[in-house]
């Protein structure tokens, strides 16, 4: 009974103050995610600060404009990209048979999803916008928490965990540092997978001759590195539409190069993966195959935890056997 009372209290004095932070930090997303962009962004105003002695109000200043001038050209990009491709996309639209295209049997196989992916598109596209000024003012709070969250780390890193329990503080201590490797192990991974990718597409839009090469395949690689996108969110429609067109061996190409893309990507992504955590390849395969079919597409972004933990079991398992 007594073990009981103590473990009720426990969890009362714990877990409980605990699992209310969490949902509140979920509810006030923009600044959780400022207080996190705050940790994992101290390094850089640190660097600023100690190795250009610049004052720390104004490292900390540079390190928001920055982050959202990197976010602001990325975004500007995309948008003028998307701008450039209208009028392509419109040019070669124009030149499709339509006549004879509602009795291809690609279409006639598309046709009620494109309805419905359209239609989807639309409304959110509808909804996003009237959405906009809450997504303003979503972005002005982050940026002015990720101002102060970077003041407070410049005092104590960790200054945030002075609002959990104190004998929770050293769990979360443990798992920052373990977030803060995977998050960096994450970063390397994907960015030499964004180097291969924009690599292959773009000798391959240059060996079919397609117009600025380079630069679509940079959009295009950008796009894969974002999580639950990826190449063929434009490689297929492309694909299709030279089908539509009577373009077979162009189609066949576009075809190939979006699946050798594909395996040459994952086979890559397995073997780095596999050496970061020391997992065998044919683990990573598995475990992230594993992870996408469990929970979705948001199992990409939890993969490297996955395989932290895998780790983390075969040296138990082997411990344990000994």
């Given at each position: 009974m007594i073990t009981l009372q103590l473990n009720k209290k426990d969890f009362l004095s714990q877990w409980v103050p605990f699992g209310i932070i969490i949902l509140i930090s979920f509810v006030a997303y923009p600044l959780t995610l400022a207080i996190i962009g705050g940790y994992f962004l101290f390094p850089v105003t640190n660097f600023l600060h100690k190795k250009f002695k610049i004052p720390v109000f104004i490292s900390v200043l540079l390190t928001v404009i920055l982050i959202l001038s990197s976010f602001l050209m990325i975004l500007f990009f995309l948008i003028q990209t998307l701008i450039d491709l209208i009028p392509f996309i419109h040019e070669h639209v124009v030149l499709l048979p339509v006549m004879e295209i509602q009795n291809h049997p690609i279409f006639t196989m598309f046709e009620g999803k494109f309805q419905t992916l359209l239609n989807k598109l639309l409304n959110d596209l509808l909804l996003n916008v009237t959405h906009l000024p809450s997504y303003f003012f979503e972005i002005f709070l982050f940026s002015i928490g990720l101002f102060f969250s970077l003041i407070e780390s410049i005092k104590d890193r960790e200054w945030f965990l002075v609002y959990f329990p104190k004998k929770m503080r050293n769990l979360c201590h443990r798992a920052l540092l373990k977030s803060?490797?995977?998050?960096?192990?994450?970063?390397?991974?994907?960015?030499?997978?964004?180097?291969?990718?924009?690599?292959?597409?773009?000798?391959?839009?240059?060996?079919?001759?397609?117009?600025?090469?380079?630069?679509?395949?940079?959009?295009?690689?950008?796009?894969?590195?974002?999580?639950?996108?990826?190449?063929?969110?434009?490689?297929?429609?492309?694909?299709?539409?030279?089908?539509?067109?009577?373009?077979?061996?162009?189609?066949?190409?576009?075809?190939?190069?979006?699946?050798?893309?594909?395996?040459?990507?994952?086979?890559?992504?397995?073997?780095?993966?596999?050496?970061?955590?020391?997992?065998?390849?044919?683990?990573?395969?598995?475990?992230?195959?594993?992870?996408?079919?469990?929970?979705?597409?948001?199992?990409?972004?939890?993969?490297?935890?996955?395989?932290?933990f895998a780790h983390k079991w075969e040296s138990f398992t082997k411990t344990s056997s000994q």
């Amino acid at each position: 009974m007594i073990t009981l009372q103590l473990n009720k209290k426990d969890f009362l004095s714990q877990w409980v103050p605990f699992g209310i932070i969490i949902l509140i930090s979920f509810v006030a997303y923009p600044l959780t995610l400022a207080i996190i962009g705050g940790y994992f962004l101290f390094p850089v105003t640190n660097f600023l600060h100690k190795k250009f002695k610049i004052p720390v109000f104004i490292s900390v200043l540079l390190t928001v404009i920055l982050i959202l001038s990197s976010f602001l050209m990325i975004l500007f990009f995309l948008i003028q990209t998307l701008i450039d491709l209208i009028p392509f996309i419109h040019e070669h639209v124009v030149l499709l048979p339509v006549m004879e295209i509602q009795n291809h049997p690609i279409f006639t196989m598309f046709e009620g999803k494109f309805q419905t992916l359209l239609n989807k598109l639309l409304n959110d596209l509808l909804l996003n916008v009237t959405h906009l000024p809450s997504y303003f003012f979503e972005i002005f709070l982050f940026s002015i928490g990720l101002f102060f969250s970077l003041i407070e780390s410049i005092k104590d890193r960790e200054w945030f965990l002075v609002y959990f329990p104190k004998k929770m503080r050293n769990l979360c201590h443990r798992a920052l540092l373990k977030s803060s490797t995977i998050i960096n192990q994450f970063i390397h991974v994907e960015f030499k997978l964004f180097i291969l990718t924009f690599i292959l597409i773009s000798i391959g839009f240059s060996i079919l001759g397609l117009h600025n090469p380079i630069k679509y395949a940079f959009l295009i690689s950008l796009v894969d590195s974002v999580p639950f996108l990826g190449t063929g969110l434009i490689l297929i429609p492309l694909c299709i539409y030279f089908f539509l067109m009577e373009m077979q061996m162009v189609g066949t190409i576009v075809l190939l190069l979006y699946l050798f893309v594909q395996l040459t990507r994952h086979i890559v992504e397995s073997v780095l993966w596999s050496s970061t955590t020391q997992i065998k390849a044919v683990h990573v395969f598995y475990l992230s195959a594993a992870a996408i079919l469990i929970f979705g597409f948001i199992g990409i972004l939890f993969s490297p935890f996955i395989y932290l933990f895998a780790h983390k079991w075969e040296s138990f398992t082997k411990t344990s056997s000994q």
